[in-house]
């Protein structure tokens, strides 16, 4: 048995692995943001237990079963009011479950396979929901969303898996002169001193774009295909409606989905979110730069 801390977003991680043979190489994407200093008089936002071997044979009912990303999650609420959530991958196997209480603050994940490749599927996909949904009261909120940096600051472009976010970052990184790709799947933003700061995380996607960096967010441009290129900067209301699909949450569980609007709305109020309709060409990219950019 041994225990690793982590930061990721700004937030203390603590994992427990309990079994032999079972332990952080099952998460390579986490190295960046180890902790190699002892922790001391600051809570975890989470601890999650590595049990291999452990079972929930308690009571529970059902939610419903969700997709995500070709993924599904069977998640079940137990009597003390926290939850059960099974894994499958995208082949439907059941993986593993993670078992947390209602703040997910102690968690613990088992695992349903043997291949290494499905255990570290339930394992990264276990640390995901916990930190979003821990997270969700401390004015943080991990988005479905592609981030570029270009002169200090992040700019998060968000749509529908497949809808082209990726390349549309991808563009401004080819196109505009000193840009960087911060994360391509799921960035963390959270409120600091009353402004929206962007971190980078150990999700990516299918990118392996795993930085432990940070920027403030410079704008947030929800993207669509169009025939021609065009963007305009969206009201407050109408922010909200578009962000809310590409915040993880739990819209079931009160206390998570408020705790994500707060944020939500937290973001709206400091920063431009746009909508960019587009074709994939570099004419997009220097039109929405030159829109959204921060100009100090």
Not at 65 to 76: I, L, R, T, W
Not at 231 to 241: G, K
């Amino acid at each position: 048995m041994y225990t690793k801390h982590y930061r990721v977003g700004g937030h203390l991680l603590e994992i427990i692995f309990v079994n032999d043979g079972v332990g952080d190489e099952l998460i390579p994407s986490f190295r960046p943001f180890v902790l190699t200093e002892p922790v001391a008089d600051e809570q975890p936002l989470f601890t999650l237990t590595v049990d291999a071997d452990s079972r929930y044979d308690g009571p529970r009912d059902e939610v419903g079963q969700f997709d995500g990303s070709g993924n599904n999650y069977g998640v079940y609420q137990v009597p003390d009011g926290g939850y059960y959530i099974e894994i499958s991958n995208p082949a439907q196997k059941l993986c593993g479950a993670l078992l947390a209480d209602k703040g997910f603050v102690h968690c613990r994940v088992s695992f349903m396979a043997d291949e290494a490749s499905n255990r570290a599927f339930a394992l990264n996909n276990s640390l995901m929901m916990a930190y979003a949904f821990a997270a969700s009261g401390h004015q943080t909120v991990l988005m479905h969303a592609s981030v570029i940096r270009k002169d200090g600051y992040g700019y998060l472009m968000t749509a529908p898996s497949g809808t082209g976010k990726s390349t549309h970052t991808f563009l401004w990184y080819k196109n505009i002169p000193g840009c960087d790709l911060m994360n391509d799947d799921n960035p963390v933003v959270r409120i600091v001193d009353g402004q929206p700061i962007i971190y980078g995380t150990p999700w990516s996607g299918k990118t392996p774009c795993y930085r432990n960096i940070q920027a403030p967010v410079g704008a947030i441009v929800r993207i669509q295909q169009r025939k021609q290129n065009e963007i305009r900067r969206m009201r407050p209301v109408e922010s909200l409606a578009q962000l809310l699909p590409a915040a993880s949450s739990m819209k079931w569980d009160e206390s998570v989905y408020m705790g994500v609007c707060d944020t939500l709305s937290a973001i709206i109020s400091k920063v431009g979110i746009y909508e960019l309709g587009c074709l994939p060409d570099a004419d997009a990219a220097w039109l929405c730069y030159k829109t959204v950019k921060v100009t100090d």
